[in-house]
């Protein structure tokens, strides 16, 4: 317990690396590279591994040596392969006729806190109860969850009263493994599960469950995994709560839609560490057993690397030939502009936003003065206010400073902005300190109620300066009472301030992320044999927890995306991805426009793309921005691909080349608009395609226009019939101002009087000339 204890406390300063020499190993100065070869062109998976063999055998004595090198042959939906290698291995592969990439093979992460910042706590009621959306579609539909694995016993994975047999496009398996048998734990709903270690254990050494626990098998140690699969398929379970708080019925978003478990994150130090070779034999088996959606909640931190130099990009673009949705979050990096990770154009990027639910808990001091925070309070608690600035000049809460404090009885008061400390620092300090409790006072406009090892109220700096205060003596009494579970909470949702923002740092011309959806205190299942918090000698057992992060936004759009898949079938993944978008709203519950937590501002698009996810009008939204495989030629011609290697990515051969003069990235038919350079009149172009139940449609436009930029939009009406299903239109913006860098927003709405389909503009103007002279400086 001791040297858990240590490693916990060593986590809190990221100090992991260091302390764990086991971790690192040193394979002189080879490295896992990945090579990626475009499609796999039907080409039998065998003969496909065996040509990988022979490449390997190239830059090796021996076949046999090579052999050894590959970790993995990717062969059945595309092809390429994971080895080892030195630099000059890796070069020779790359000059190598027919390979499109050549890669150093990254880590990604898990999009959680429940690591540190963002434990917090949630059920998803964001949709309207018990609507029949989510039982009348779903059942023909399986959602492949890249993750942690799974707790297979949990409730949310048995199956919903008469689900039908398991469809019969799926090839997939569960496969067997430590404390995993596929005969006691898969069923109709968990059809699948496969776990990727190979790339783990090649860089971390065999795992041994004495240094670093975890199950080998699909089975999750972490409770990541189990908590988001049950936020995007959870079956309905009454009775579901944390600790009493949140009662209600826990169901994902498409309950009755089938689960494909694929293990590629485990254990490292209790936070989830994924390797990209694992991720992507992840993709190749997914997408050759037959799954219709990949909800992954994992990425990499900025510096971003080139679509084609990355798993998750290469993965996703392969599912997205095949008709496969790959939804992304955004990555927990917030609230700082440009962070924003998982941005291809090919896939769905969301952020995360509160729900309209809280813990308001009372504080009462003995002069009856009381105040409200957020917190997770199941008894009422009393006790004298110890000021944590009475205690140490600064009153800085962590460790180092409490290592011997007894604060037996006593409830503890810390600022944030003293130190500063994050919560669970204070956390683990009012813990060792052994405190009834602790008052955390944070400067956000709406502190999120987590799980913690000891009970906390947050408390905004207003309320939390006149405890200070009113406190002046060190008896004065304090009173903590149950905190309740409270709904209709007004406004909501309101932007989380650690959800990643755009623009994309690496192709600014596509608005990322795409769409918010709830991802703060979410409610979900979780295995019982993991502690809900991570603090040290947390010895508690539930099936449920909270749990917030980009993490768990992502499987709530994969939920809806599963009802949309399952109700309109024919859609493709960009059709999918439009009438999220198109049909998200930018209001909140006070009809205002949505605010970013911890500040008074509004959203623009790069903190929630198009807005908030809105289902039920997804489900019928007027009109489509489709993409085609144009668009894509157009984009992989503009990324420096030639016609060769274009043809070798791409599944339907294509009559085309890429066109002798440049034609720019915002003409590929996204359903939002960013122009990351504007520097003169521009014209872009969109088409868009009626799926309203009436064929006969007359659609008519609004615009709000960015500042600074004139919006013209041709034919300002649309006109659709039985033989004209799709309609081109024209949008010139034209700057009006001298500008230089700032980003503007507007927007372009078209609407029968029913629908109402949105697209954002987003804008940089840089009509500024910036004169590279020295003549204004006064010397
Ligand atoms: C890379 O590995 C190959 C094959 O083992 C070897 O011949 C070559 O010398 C190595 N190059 C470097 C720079 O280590
Ligand atoms: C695993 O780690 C434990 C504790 O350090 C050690 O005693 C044991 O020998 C290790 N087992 C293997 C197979 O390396
Ligand atoms: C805590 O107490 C121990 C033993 O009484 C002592 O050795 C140590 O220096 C103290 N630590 C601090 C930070 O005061
Ligand atoms: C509060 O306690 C601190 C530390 O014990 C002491 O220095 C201070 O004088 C006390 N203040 C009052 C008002 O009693």
Partial sequence: MEAMAYAFQCCFWGLTLSLFPYFIQSVSNSHVYIVYLGHSHNK?????????????????????????AMLYSYKHMFSGFAATLNASQATILANTRGVISVFKSKNLELHTTRS??????????????????????????????FDSGIWPESASFKEEPNLGPIPN????????????????????????????????????????????????????????????????????????????????????????????????????????????????????????????????????????RSFFESSSDIGSFHAMQLGVSVVFSAGNNGPDPSLVGNVNPWSICVAASTMDRSFPTKIVLDDGS??????????????????????????????????????????????????????????????????????????????????????????????????????????????????????????APIVSDFSSRGPSSISPDFLKPDISAPGISVLAAWPPNVPPSIFPGDKRSVDWNFDSGTSMSCPHVSGVVALLKSAHPQWSPAAIRSVLMTTAYNLDTTGDDILVEASTKTANPFDIGAGHINPLKAIDPGLIYDTTTRDYLLFLCNSGYTDEQIQAMVVCPLTTRCPNKIEPNWNINYPSITISNLK??????????????????????????????????????????????????FVTLKPLKKSQGRYDFGSITWSDGFHHVRSPIVVQLNTNEVEAGFGTMAY
Wanted: charged share 20%; with cysteine.
């Fill in 44 to 68: 039998d998976p065998f003969l496909t591994s065996e040509y990988h063999v022979q490449l390997l055998a190239n830059v090796f004595k021996s076949k046999e040596e090579g052999k050894k």
């Fill in 370 to 491: 009381s105040f409200v925070g957020e917190g997770l309070i199941s008894k009422k608690i009393s006790g004298t206010l110890a000021r944590a600035r009475s205690y140490f000049f600064g009153g800085i809460c962590n460790t180092r400073n409490w290592m011997n404090i007894s604060l037996s009885g006593e409830v503890l008061l810390c600022f944030s902005t003293d130190g500063p400390v994050s919560s669970e620092d204070a956390e683990f300090v009012a813990s060792r300190a052994n405190a009834a409790a602790l008052v955390f006072v944070q400067p956000l406009t709406r502190p999120v109620a987590a799980v913690s090892i000891v009970p906390v109220v947050r408390i905004d700096t207003i309320q939390g300066t006149k405890i200070y205060l009113s406190s002046s003596s060190n008896v004065t009494k304090v009173q903590i009472l149950p905190s309740k579970t409270a709904f209709k909470r007004s406004p």
């Fill in 116 to 145: 540190w910042d963002f434990m917090g706590l949630t059920l998803q009621d964001d949709y309207s109860e018990g609507t029949p959306l989510q039982l009348a579609y779903g059942d023909d539909i399986i959602v492949g969850v």
């Fill in 680 to 729: 003169c009149t521009t014209t872009i172009k969109r088409t868009v395609r009626n799926v309203g139940s009436m064929k006969t449609a007359i659609y008519f436009v609004k615009i709000v226009n960015p500042r600074g930029v004139e919006v013209v939009v041709w034919p300002k009406v649309l006109v659709f019939s039985a033989f004209k299903e799709e309609v081109t239109y």
């Fill in 169 to 304: 496009h799926w090839k997939g398996k569960c496969i067997s493994g430590e404390e995993f048998n596929p005969k006691k734990v898969c069923n109709k709903k968990l059809i699948g599960a496969r776990y990727y270690l190979t790339g783990f254990e090649r860089r971390y050494g065999k795992i041994n469950i004495t240094k670093n626990p975890e199950y080998i098998s699909a089975r999750d140690f972490l409770g990541h995994g189990t908590h988001t699969a049950s936020i995007a398929i959870g079956s309905r379970v009454t009775n579901a709560n944390f600790f009493g708080f949140a009662e209600g019925t826990a169901r994902g978003g498409a309950p009755r839609a089938r689960l494909a478990v694929y293990k590629v994150c485990w254990n490292r130090n209790f936070d989830g560490t994924c390797t990209e070779e694992d991720i992507l034999a992840a993709f190749d088996e997914a997408l050759h057993d037959g799954v219709d959606i990949i909800s992954a909640s994992f990425g990499k931190r900025p510096p971003l």
